[in-house]
T-cell receptor, first 118, second 112 residues
Framework: GAGVSQSPRYKVAKRGQDVALRCDPISGHVSLFWYQQALGQGPEFLTYFQNEAQLDKSGLPSDRFFAERPEGSVSTLKIQRTQQEDSAVYLC????????????????FGPGTRLTVL | QKEVEQNSGPLSVPEGAIASLNCTYSDRVSQSFFWYRQYSGKSPELIMSIYSNGDKEDGRFTAQLNKASQYVSLLIRDSQPSDSATYLCAVIGGGATNKLIFGTGTLLAVQP
């Protein structure tokens, strides 16, 4: 019942390879977020799910990035034809999403997946 | 202009001193403000949240919010070496998605 888990923790890919990153949110959490954190920067929003619905994908940097959460629990972030600029830590966060005022909903972060593209 | 701005530091304070971390934001409709602590190689951990003007205290931590000046701060009293980390300021702005908008973080170094 712990926190958010992510796998793999580390991924090395050759340029042009496809990768899939997995996120297991806290059980019962409705909202799920993906963020990208480059070295020395703060996390940047990629996409947001409420249950299985992807309500915001405005942060995805290109059409090579695709995320899904088909059953409203586990989510997968897929990056096709990886480029060197995709190297970053990919963070997943979940929140209850049932607060009357969503802006007070606390997001809990997973340990992240460090992606290195050679 | 970035939406959330922080001094990247490093901010160096002696053990036992008060560390003062500052953050400004550009979106006037922002409603919710958070401070996360991030140790090197780890994920962000929520320290404080604040939603209304004024001070909010939790143990050694005090968050201060001034919406008129679009300014948020975090004070850490009796700083300990274990407080050494990057402190990220985050804001939820207007809009339907409660996505967090982060600053670049301030690196705090507490010297024993």
């Amino acid at each position: 019942g712990a926190g958010v888990s992510q796998s793999p923790r580390y991924k090395v890919a050759k340029r042009g390879q496809d990768v899939a990153l997995r996120c297991d949110p806290i059980s019962g959490h409705v909202s799920l977020f993906w963020y990208q954190q480059a070295l020395g920067q703060g996390p940047e929003f990629l996409t947001y799910f409420q249950n299985e619905a992807q309500l915001d994908k405005s942060g995805l940097p290109s059409d090579r990035f695709f995320a899904e959460r088909p059953e409203g629990s586990v989510s997968t972030l897929k990056i096709q034809r990886t480029q060197q600029e995709d190297s970053a830590v990919y963070l997943c966060a979940s929140s209850l999403g049932t607060e009357r005022e969503l802006s007070t909903d606390t997001q809990y972060f997973g340990p992240g997946t460090r992606l290195t593209v050679l | 202009q970035k939406e959330v701005e922080q001094n990247s530091g490093p901010l160096s304070v002696p053990e036992g001193a008060i560390a003062s971390l500052n953050c400004t934001y550009s979106d006037r409709v922002s409603q919710s403000f958070f401070w996360y602590r991030q140790y090197s190689g780890k994920s962000p951990e929520l320290i404080m949240s604040i939603y209304s003007n004024g001070d909010k205290e939790d143990g050694r931590f005090t968050a201060q919010l001034n919406k008129a000046s679009q300014y948020v701060s975090l004070l850490i009293r009796d700083s300990q070496p274990s407080d050494s980390a990057t402190y990220l300021c985050a804001v939820i702005g207007g809009g339907a998605t409660n996505k967090l908008i982060f600053g670049t973080g301030t690196l705090l170094a507490v010297q024993p």
